[in-house]
């Protein structure tokens, strides 16, 4: 397990999403990207978790009222899975990207498919 403050793991974390093209961070809106130290009880080994609709599954009507969709990026999981910095720092864009990816409607099958999984 790799030793890393949150300050810093969260630093990662805004340099992964400042690694997306911009013609795709534009679309992100009303999302928040949010680090908590643990992933849920129910999958202790998630790294990373969107919960929200996806682009594909919203109408017209959708974002009248609606909170922000999330993206979660869980600090302990990703560090014990890893072995030093530059592995945390190349998990985490993964992970990032991952999620992203999630909140435009693209499904694991087809991350695993463009060597996104």
Known sequence: MVEMSREAFEELVAQALDEIPPELTRRL???VVLVEDDAPPEEPDLLGLYDGTP???RDEWW???SLPDRIL???NP???VCEDAEQVAQEVRITVRHEVAHHFGIDD???HQLGWS
């Open 78 to 80: 990703t560090l014990a």
């Open 109 to 111: 099958a087809r991350l």
């Open 73 to 75: 990026i869980f600090r």
């Open 63 to 65: 974002a009248a009222g």
């Open 55 to 57: 682009l594909t599954e």
């Open 29 to 31: 809106r009303n999302v």
